[in-house]
């Protein structure tokens, strides 16, 4: 008789191709001031890493002050409370804390890396920097100046080019069609108020997200955030329609000196919210997502060389979707990787996907989920992101379940619901031969 | 606001290998992690031990990059290196890739002047066949002529989005071609467009008999595992290949001392802000002998490594408001003679020659007034706390190590690295300042705007 326990073993074994569950325990916080915050404690590195997203960020800029939120947020460490620019940056260096402040579109985010040895320490600056930034007048000419390099510089790179190109023609009247930098003329007109009033619209704690990862208790956390987070205002709701995307198919071809074309390709899809995403999701995997064996690398790069490299991705934002995808070709081989793209992208409208590519693709992806969670700030990271979905802590729990829940029935109903072949515009930056502005020509 | 001008800059004004300095080592700290073993066919290998998640990075590091290679052959390292992607006598083109992912991992190369590199991110009960797959490939490439000439192409396209559409990246690669006059780091690690096109599948195949091998390569193994049994699944995997008896030691052309200052100016209509950028031969770490190259890594900090706190960065960003970005930057993890560098980008109503004659200033300044001891404690509470920091990631970690073994170095000399740069004084860094930044061993580059400049459309 073979034993039970052995038949128990085998058959997990089988079930289990990879470890199916991340080994992260998240904790639900409640400093004594209210403020809440998702823990994975993890002791074994003496430092925490915490993430901050604020929930809405360049798409608040009023129209008179785009690119406010940028420049506001280039500031926070450029001089608070007590310090000038000079002290702050010598204090952060002398404790050897790590602080990162990003705005895009939907919102600002705050990383930071604190030692455990003089973390009290840490806290009080990033305090500082969050809720008594000084926006000295020479600060603000400098990183002004700094701001307007980086933009004139994006009006020399092909790929930012296309980028923005692709913003401003998909979303004319949205705040997603202009620049998060703002525009040379936009940012010279900044003034200090603009970036007194960004900051009191942004970093509000009724759109916060706490996300700490490291060498720190549920206790001492609920104490940093309130001594953190706690002299921030609780902010108001905001209004930001949804965005309509006003791009149809067709080619917009931007004229620019370089020998390879950048090619941008997309158009609008769904969001995160909706009951399809999950399939949609699978699909695109097999279209264009990580790694070199999804359908675009095979057939532009590895079968044809036209490419280095060209993936695609659905882009679900909070206040509108889209579905794109990126590559570079020489200008006189790029007409032939985009009718590739395209007769890839109508094929999966039309035919789907096969069996063997779906299992393939969740074999990867609930495979490739639980090794996400290493390092502390990646985790921190993670945890945010999920709040701002409004998922559950069990989220991670249940993520592969869902991933292994799609039937290949649901990948081909859904192909046909969102790979919109005539819909997909083409934005190409460069010289192209034999691709010109105008519809797509038939395949 | 560092970081965007930064991300922005320096992608365009470093040199082309992508290296970054190692960061500081936890071996030195007395962390019991990190062991080594070696195998009879002369593979070293090295464990990092981190328990925190399921998950191993497998790296195979060759002692061998683009430096390595045979003349009128430039390219053909990284070349080989996306050959090696293209199938052995068990395993179709794409194979590995697709078995990597079928595992939920993730798997890549990269090519320097110094190595070769192969890794895969799995879950770390995935280590033996990640092993048994890259141990084939050691010895068993097998490799079609079409797979080689799309390939080529690929290599081809590489070039023109990382190289040709990028004019920082260009000046980098005059500049480079400047500053060795025979040693072959003269030549651009993705290689020369013309000798790209004309690289073959003997090309490929010859250099792969030369320099892979067991007895040229070390595993890197990081992550959730247990030393012993990654020997032993080592043994198993690895054993069985054959050491490689054309591997002989590297033999590279030497650069003879600068007796020269060399200039160069590059202008292209793409340039947005114009810069001045120098850099200086300068000695590497040795092994048992890395107490210059401490001295230079923290000459770097002390110079520009800060835009607030730095020499360069508080007298010419801050004070003097002539500068919109500085830098200074050395990496010392390198086989051969490596470079001390120094950028300025002035303000646009500044030109590049006074942005110069700001550069040679802060140089004259730091050799008369010697290093400001407060900063100097500054930098240092960030070296040792960037052993804490790295230790988050894996990646890293194993980077460390690899980079280190390729260039000469041992796994000592890695563990002593942070504290010969906690010892290193003001003194020292003065002393290495007045000892590399030499005028007569200098290239200064200039990047600019043609005088009249291109119209184009945005």
Known sequence: MIHPLRILVAAAALALPVSAHAAVEIQEVTSPGGIEAWLVEESSIPFVALEIRFDGGAVLDPDDAVGATNLMVALLEEGAAERDAQAFAEA??????RFGFDAYHDGVNVSAAFLTENRDEGVALLRDALTRPRFDPDAIERVREQVLAVIEQDNNDPSAIAGRKASELAYPDHPYGRPVDGTTESVAGLTRDDLVDAHARTLVRSRMHVGATGDITAEELGLVLDELLGGLPEGEAVDIPMADYALDG?????????????????HDSIMQDDPDFFPAFVMNHVLGGRGFDSRLMTEVREERGLTYGIGSYLSPRDYGASHLGQFSSGNDRVAEAIAVVRDQWADIAENGITQEELDRAKTFLTGAYPLRFDGNGTIAGILVGMQSQGWPTTYIETRNDRVNAVTLDDVQRVARRIMRPEDLHFLVVGQPEGVESGTLPEG | MRRLLTAALLAAALPAAGQTDA???????????VSTFTLDNGLDAIVIEDNRAPVVVHMVWYDVGAADEPPGRSGIAHFLEHLMFKGTETLEPGEFSATVAAQGGTDNAFTSQDYTGYFQRVAADRLGLMMEMEADRMANLRLDEGEVLTERDVVLEERAQRTDSNPGALFGEQRQAMQYLNHPYAIPIIGWEAEIRELGLQDALDFYADHYGPNNATLIVAGDVDPAEVEALA???????????????????QEPPQLAPRRLEYADPRVSNPYVIRTYLAPERDPGAQEDAAALTLLAAVMGGSSQTSLMGRTLEQEEGTALYTSAFYNGTSLDDTTFGLLVVPTPDRTLAEA??????????LIADGVDSVQLDRIKAQVRAAEIYGRDSLQERASTYGNAVTAGLGVGDVAAWPGILDAVTGDDIVAAARAVLRPETSVTGYLTRPADPQETTQ
């Open chain 2, 235 to 253: 043994r198993r995997h690895y054993g069985p290949v054959p050491a490689n008896p054309a591997i002989g030691p590297r033999m590279r052309p």
């Open chain 2, 23 to 33: 960061p500081a080592d936890p071996a030195a700290f007395g962390d019991d992690t």
């Open chain 2, 356 to 365: 110069e004659a700001d550069m040679d200033r802060m140089i004259e300044t």
């Open chain 1, 250 to 266: 067709g080619v917009t071809v931007t004229e620019f000196p370089t020998p390879q074309s950048v090619v941008i390709f997309g």
């Open chain 1, 92 to 97: 952060v260096e002398g404790l050897a804390a």
